[in-house]
T-cell receptor, first 111, second 113 residues
Framework: AQSVTQLGSHVSVSEGALVLLRCNYS??????LFWYVQYPNQGLQLLLK??????LVKGINGFEAEFKKSETSFHLTKPSAHMSDAAEYFC?????????FGAGTRLTVKP | ETGVTQTPRHLVMGMTNKKSLKCEQH?????MYWYKQSAKKPLELMFV???????ENNSVPSRFSPECPNSSHLFLHLHTLQPEDSALYLC????????????FGDGTRLSIL
C-alpha cells in the first residue's frame, strides 16, 4: 500500500524567502509523484509531477521538486516566495492503480 | 477556468432532504472522480468512472449515489445525509485508465443541518 506524509501542516515564510514544503512517500513500486495547489474556494490545480527520467521536475509558478529515491522524498521548493503563493499544497503518490494524497500543508506568506 | 464545472458551489440541506451535485467537463477526458475533502484530512476518493462505467466504490455509504450518464457528466445524488457528511466535494477528470486526476472542479461546499 502507498502512503504520503507531509511534514508540517502549516509553513510560514516571508515574502522573498525560500519555500520548502516536505513530502515523504512509501510505495512498493516505482512511484508517480505529484504536487497540487489549492487556493481558497477553489479545487486542486496540478503544479508538477514526476513520472520517469529527470529527477528534478519544474512546474508552474516557479516551483520545482526533486525526486530522491534513497530518501523516499519529493520536497517542493521555490527560491523566492510571493504573496500569491499563499495556499494549501498537497503531495500525492500513484502507482497507476491507486492514488493517495497527503493531508496538506498550508503556506502563509508574510509581507 | 479549470475545464471542470461543478454546481452548485454551496449547498445547505437538512438530513431528510434529497439533493444532487453536478459535474461537467468538456476536456475530452473519459475518467471522472468524486472526492470528499474534510478539514485536516487527506482527500478521500469516493467513486471512479471510466467510460461511464463505475470502476471503484471506495466503501462509500449508500446515502451517496453516483450517476454517470456520459463521459462528460457526473452526478452525486444525496439523501438522508449525516452531519459528518458536511465537507467539500470535488469532482475531477483525467484520461481514462490512469488513476491520476488531472483537472479538478472548484467543488461544492456541503453543509448538513
Amino acid at each position: 500500500a502507498q502512503s504520503v506524509t507531509q511534514l508540517g501542516s502549516h509553513v510560514s515564510v516571508s515574502e522573498g524567502a525560500l519555500v520548502l514544503l516536505r513530502c515523504n512517500y512509501s510505495s512498493s513500486v516505482p512511484p508517480y509523484l505529484f504536487w497540487y495547489v489549492q487556493y481558497p474556494n477553489q479545487g486542486l490545480q496540478l503544479l508538477l509531477k514526476y513520472t520517469t527520467g529527470a529527477t528534478l521536475v519544474k512546474g508552474i509558478n516557479g516551483f520545482e521538486a526533486e525526486f530522491k529515491k534513497s530518501e523516499t522524498s519529493f520536497h517542493l521548493t521555490k527560491p523566492s516566495a510571493h504573496m500569491s503563493d499563499a495556499a494549501e499544497y498537497f503531495c500525492a503518490v500513484s502507482d497507476n492503480n491507486d492514488m493517495r494524497f497527503g493531508a496538506g500543508t498550508r503556506l502563509t506568506v508574510k509581507p | 477556468e479549470t475545464g471542470v464545472t461543478q454546481t452548485p458551489r454551496h449547498l445547505v440541506m437538512g438530513m431528510t432532504n434529497k439533493k444532487s451535485l453536478k459535474c461537467e467537463q468538456h476536456l475530452g477526458h473519459n475518467a471522472m472522480y468524486w472526492y470528499k475533502q474534510s478539514a485536516k484530512k487527506p482527500l478521500e476518493l469516493m467513486f471512479v468512472y471510466n467510460f461511464k462505467e463505475q470502476t471503484e466504490n471506495n466503501s462509500v455509504p449508500s446515502r451517496f449515489s453516483p450517476e454517470c450518464p456520459n463521459s462528460s457528466h457526473l452526478f452525486l445524488h444525496l439523501h438522508t445525509l449525516q452531519p459528518e457528511d458536511s465537507a467539500l466535494y470535488l469532482c475531477a477528470s483525467s484520461q481514462a485508465r490512469v488513476r491520476q486526476p488531472q483537472h479538478f472542479g472548484d467543488g461544492t461546499r456541503l453543509s448538513i443541518l
